[in-house]
C-alpha cells in the first residue's frame, strides 16, 4: 500500500514562497513519475507539475516561471518549491503517483 503525505502548506503574503513537500511510502518511488494538481474550491483538480523517474520536468504554464518540483529519492519525497505567489494560488495542493494521491496540503495567500 503506497501513502502519500503532503506537508508544507500554509499561510503566506503575496509575493511569499512556500516548498511543499510529499513523503510516499510503501514503494520505492524512485522509478515513478510523480504530480502535483492543485484543487480550488468549486473547482476541478488541475495539473500543476510533474516529474519525470530521469528527472525530467514539466509545468502548466500558469505555474510555469514561478513553481520549481523535484525529488530526493533517498528520502523518497517530491517537493513543489512555488514563488511570487498570488491570492489565486489560494488552493489545496495534491501529491500524486499511479492511484494514490495525499490528503492535500492547504495554501492560503493573503493580499
Known amino acids: 500500500q503506497v501513502q502519500l503525505v503532503e506537508s508544507g502548506g500554509g499561510l503566506v503574503q503575496t509575493g511569499g514562497s512556500l516548498r511543499l513537500s510529499c513523503a510516499a511510502s510503501?514503494?520505492?518511488?524512485?522509478?515513478?513519475?510523480m504530480i502535483w494538481y492543485r484543487q480550488a474550491p468549486g473547482k476541478e483538480r488541475e495539473f500543476v507539475a510533474t516529474?519525470?523517474?530521469?528527472?525530467?520536468?514539466y509545468y502548466a504554464d500558469s505555474v510555469k516561471s514561478r513553481c520549481t518540483i523535484s525529488r530526493d529519492n533517498a528520502k523518497s519525497t517530491v517537493y513543489l518549491k512555488m514563488n511570487s505567489l498570488k491570492t489565486r494560488s489560494t488552493t489545496v495542493y495534491y501529491c500524486?503517483?499511479?492511484?494514490?494521491w495525499g490528503q492535500g496540503t492547504q495554501i492560503t495567500v493573503s493580499s
Open positions: 500524486n503517483h499511479d492511484k494514490y
Open positions: 510503501g514503494r520505492t518511488l524512485s522509478n515513478y513519475n
Open positions: 516529474i519525470t523517474s530521469s528527472g525530467s520536468t
